[in-house]
Every structure is written in C-alpha cells, then in structure tokens.
C-alpha cells in the first residue's frame, strides 16, 4: 500500500526548544511521571469521525478538506478502505495506539439494515487485517442513532416501536463490533434522546425506554463476552434543545434509579461541561468522587462561539486541572479520545498532523504540570487546612455520621458566636497555580 501522508515524518519528542513543526515539545511516551510512562497516563485515541470522515461541511458551506485519500469517490467500499489505511498510516505516525467509532463511520449505510450489517463485518476484517502487528486497538466503538431520518424522535426515546427496534440492532452489531476489534469502552452520546417541547412529550416514558434499551445492552454485551465498560457521554443540549444526560450529577443520578451504575462510567467530554455551564474539572471531579469517571473526549470549546466547536485543546490550565483529576482517579478505565475537529480553513494534510500534536502536547504538558501541583503541595494543603475543624472529637463525630442536632446546638450555645471560619485564599491559590504552570519546562 502506498504513503498517504507524503513527506509527513514519524512524529517523535524534541523538547521544549525544539521548533521542528512535526514534533512533540511535551509529550515523550518513555519519559516516567510519578512511577508511571507518560503513554499509560495517556491512552491517546484517534475519533474516526472527525479524522477521516469530516471534510469541514458547516451550515452554511461545502467541505474545504479532501478526506478521499486516494479513492476515486466518497461513500463507496473503495473509500472505507482508504480511511482505515489512512487512519492507521496517521496513528502509526503519531504513536497513537487507540481509535474510537460509530458504525456509520466505517461504511456508508445502505438502505438495508442487513447490508450495512455485511459492510460493518468487510470492514471491521479489513481493519483487523490491518491492524495485525501494530498494537492498534479500538478504544471504544458506539452506534450513530442520530443523523438517519429515522431518528429524528429520539432513539431510545423514540415514540415508534420500530425506530426502537432500529435503534436496538444497531447497539447489538456496534457491541459486537467492539468487542471484535478488542474495544475497552462502549459508549451511548444521547444526541437525540431529549425533547423540543414538553406539549408532545411523555418524560418518564422516554427515560424508561433508555434504561430498557441500555440494560439490553449490558446484558446482551456481558453475554458475547464484552468486559469493558459501559459509558454514558453527557451533553446537556444540541441537537435537541434539552438531552436527558444534562451533565454528569444528571446521569449519575439516572444510572442509580435504573440500577445501572454497577455496569456505567462516564465519558466525560470538555466541550460539553462547558455548554452545560461547567469546568471540565467540575464534570471530572463529580464523576470521580461518586466511582463514575471511566474516559474522556477531549476537546476544548470557544466561549466566543457558545457551540460544540470540538477544537483541539490549546488551553494548558485547563489540561493540567483535567489531568490532575485523572491522576486522582488513579488513571482512567478506558482512555482519552480526541473528540476534536480541525476548524474549516485547516484544510491540508499537514493540519491534520498539527492538530494532534497540539492536543497531544497540551495534555502531555498538564500531565508535567499536574505531578508538580501534587509535588509541591501547596494547594492540596491549603485544602487540608481548611477542613482542620473537622478533625477534632466533636467534628469525628459528626463525620462518621453519629452526632446529634441537641449536642452541635449546645457547642453552639457554649460558643455564643463561631469563630471566623478563615479564608478562602482564592487569589493566592490562583497565583500558586500560576507560579507552576508558568515555571520552565
Ligand atoms: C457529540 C458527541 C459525539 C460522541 C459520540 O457532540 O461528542 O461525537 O462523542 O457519539
Ligand atoms: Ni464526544
Ligand atoms: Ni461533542
């Protein structure tokens, strides 16, 4: 087969000073961070769709990148082929060990469910064929139930029972598919499971179709063998006006009164904490603390467009933030897939290979930055500190849950008036973290 990527070298780790375009300044898979290789703390996965698949078509204008790679047309078997070479050209350049897909990704959908079935199966041969060898992997695979037609009412929300069905089938051969191709996640992005308007919406009826339909494909997936994790991906609107899996309190809470929380993670994407009103570290954090952080998509969002722009992540505090909350995690379950685009005039091969660099870096550079916040100490003591009132008998007691209101009423009485509960210490804190990030690399 030959070179897709003409003239784009084997992406190798430079250093800081480096100014070679196709090389890492940051991200050094060898180099060991508190005990760990940077390439396990960063299970780096490539998004089929956004990679191979989109050309930069937006609303109002045709696609200004040629994806082709080679086939003579789009949306024939000729040119799934040429994407899984592509990708795995482009993986292998980088030193990306994972990729991530939905089912219509890898082929163009037939009209018969049953023929899109048989080109999921020639393409996945393919891919594995290609694969052999190479430690590529699927990180996680899940089932497109938003662009066709048929969804246009919710997948698992759907008001037809047929569209259910639909919906049913593709989750079994996207499940399937996963396991075939040695995935560790299997994720459901509800793009579509939500309402426009409550005047033609049964709420509580829709929820427990999703959880039917999810508690299936547990079932179904533990059945061909799958062991992985199940993922929920939070967004809290777009397409729909509002989406059932708001953010990652909502979903967790769903999960709990399904009974599905033993068998789900979540899929925490920055781009959508950020269009439900949080950090990403707020979406990390909650998950974290309940047992709930499985993987990540990451991207960054852009406050002055408010959409799901999908771009690279640039912004280095918010990695370090994301990544200090995955090292907390003691790493993620199933990894980091870059849900993220290149913006429309970032039209050239090259662009492409920019792109992950930069992401690649940026998470890779919050990596270094993390392992020096917990290093350095100064904010996790702060935060010791704070909660020091705590440690004291009556404030074990009310830990562990035993106190009374009668006895924290008569502290208070003895007491007349709390002591100043101190300082909240924002700005410096800010400035600690500043002074980390900041100093030299
Ligand atoms: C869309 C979602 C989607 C999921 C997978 O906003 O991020 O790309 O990650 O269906
Ligand atoms: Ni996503
Ligand atoms: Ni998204």
Known sequence: MSEIFVGIPEIKYEGSSSKNPFAFKYYDPEKVILGKKMSEHLPFAMAWWHNLCANGTDMFGRGTADKRFGASSEGTMEHAKAKVDAGIEFMKKLGIKYYCFHDVDLVPEADDINETNR???????????????????????TANMFSNPRFMNGAGSTNSLDVYCFAAAQVKKAIELTVKLGGKGYVFWGGREGYETLL???????????ANLMRMACDYGRSIGFNGTFLIEPKPKE??????????????????????????????????????????????????INGMLG????????????????????????????????????????????????????????????????????????????????????????????YSSFNSELGKKVREGKATLEELAGRASELKAPSDPGSGKQEYLEGVLNNIIIANN
């Not at 020639?122 to 992997?137: A, M, R, S, V």
């Not at 049964?202 to 999703?210: D, G, M, P, S």
């Not at 009164?257 to 950090?279: P, Q, R, S, W």
């Not at 919050?366 to 500190?385: Q, T």
């Open 119 to 141: 080109r999921l199966d020639e393409i996945t041969d393919y891919i594995l064929e290609k694969t052999k060898g190479t430690g590529i992997k699927c990180l996680w695979g």
């Open 239 to 288: 397409p729909m006006k509002h989406q059932y899996d708001y953010d990652a309190a909502t979903a967790i809470g769903f999960l709990k009164e399904y009974g599905l929380d033993k068998d789900f993670k979540m899929n925490i994407e920055a781009n959508h904490a950020t269009l439900a009103g949080h950090t990403f570290q707020h979406e990390l954090r909650i998950s974290r």
């Open 295 to 386: 993987s990540i998509d990451a991207n960054q969002g852009d406050v002055m467009l408010g959409w799901d722009t999908d771009c690279f992540p640039s912004n280095v505090y918010d990695t370090t933030l994301a990544m200090y909350e995955i090292v907390k995690n003691g790493g993620l379950p199933v990894g980091i897939n870059f849900d993220s685009k290149n913006r429309r005039p970032s039209n050239t091969y090259e662009d492409m290979f920019h792109a992950f660099i930069l992401g690649m870096d940026s998470f890779a550079l919050g990596l270094i930055k993390a392992a020096e916040i917990i290093e350095d100490g100064r904010i996790e003591k702060n935060i010791e500190d704070k």
């Open 200 to 210: 033609n919406t049964k709420v509580k009826f829709e929820q427990e179709n999703i």
